[in-house]
């Protein structure tokens, strides 16, 4: 069965764009979820969607959004682009409440 | 809310020794624990989990260890390998969300 994947795997921005990553579950899988990774903070819950709609949220502002499609996949977008935005970030998938398999992550550099 | 510490950020061992990686929680109520191990340009890659009505669960190579008096787990690493060397994480999760709060990570050094 094929992992979690994510696209773009690299993506360089300036400040104040926007940008949006993708990820496509494990086939079966409806609950998706994101993580932003950075060295400073470790890894933080973003959100969390489940048969496309919004069923946690971390502690993150507005500008960070997402979406999930009745396939399950999930795109995540963040606005008005920010330094501190620049990290690594995850998707994971999981079946129902159970354990999250994590994509390679995409990793934002914001210039 | 919860958080979750682990003891050492940085553990050096010999090939062929056994590592014991630790961690620490905060909310009593966390009733699910996951390990993760992450290399270098990859996503956390799950190893093992162990819920809230178990001490102890193995694996392939690999143990984990539930204290819930002291709020404390750990994972034990056989015969550790090259293949080994990580940065290993610890997370814990409550009220059936399974949206787990993460450590910060212990790297896990193997030299051979």
């Known amino acids: 069965k094929a992992g979690v994947t994510q696209t773009p795997r690299y993506l360089i921005k300036t400040r104040g764009q926007q940008v949006t990553l993708s990820c496509s579950p494990i086939?079966?899988?409806?609950?998706v979820s994101w993580y932003q990774q950075t060295p400073g903070q470790g890894l933080q819950f973003l959100f969390e969607?489940?048969?496309?709609?919004?069923?946690n949220k971390g502690n993150f502002p507005g500008r960070f959004s997402g979406r999930q499609f009745s396939n399950s996949r999930s795109e995540m977008n963040v606005s008005t682009l920010e330094l501190g935005d620049s990290a690594l970030y995850l998707c994971?998938?999981?079946?129902?409440?159970?354990?999250?398999?994590f994509g390679p992550g995409t990793r934002l550099t914001v210039l | 809310g919860e958080s979750v510490g682990l003891h050492l950020p940085t553990l050096s061992v010999q090939e062929g020794d056994n590592s014991i990686i630790n961690c620490a929680y905060s909310?009593?109520?966390?009733?699910?624990f996951i390990w993760y191990k992450q290399e270098s340009g990859k996503g956390p890659q799950f190893i093992i989990d162990?819920?809230?009505?178990?001490d102890k669960r193995q694996g392939q190579r690999v143990t984990v260890l539930l204290n819930k008096t002291v709020k404390h787990l750990s994972l034990q690493i056989a015969a550790t390998q090259p293949g080994d060397s990580a940065v290993y994480f610890c997370?814990?999760?409550?009220?059936?969300?399974?949206?787990?709060?993460f450590g910060r990570g212990t790297s896990l050094i193997v030299h051979p």
């Open positions: 994971a998938s999981s079946h129902r409440a159970d354990t999250q398999y």
């Open positions: 086939s079966g899988h409806r609950s």
């Open positions: 969607y489940f048969s496309e709609t919004q069923r």
């Open positions: 909310n009593s109520a966390s009733d699910y």
């Open positions: 162990i819920r809230s009505n178990m």
């Open positions: 997370a814990a999760a409550s009220g059936g969300s399974y949206i787990p709060t």
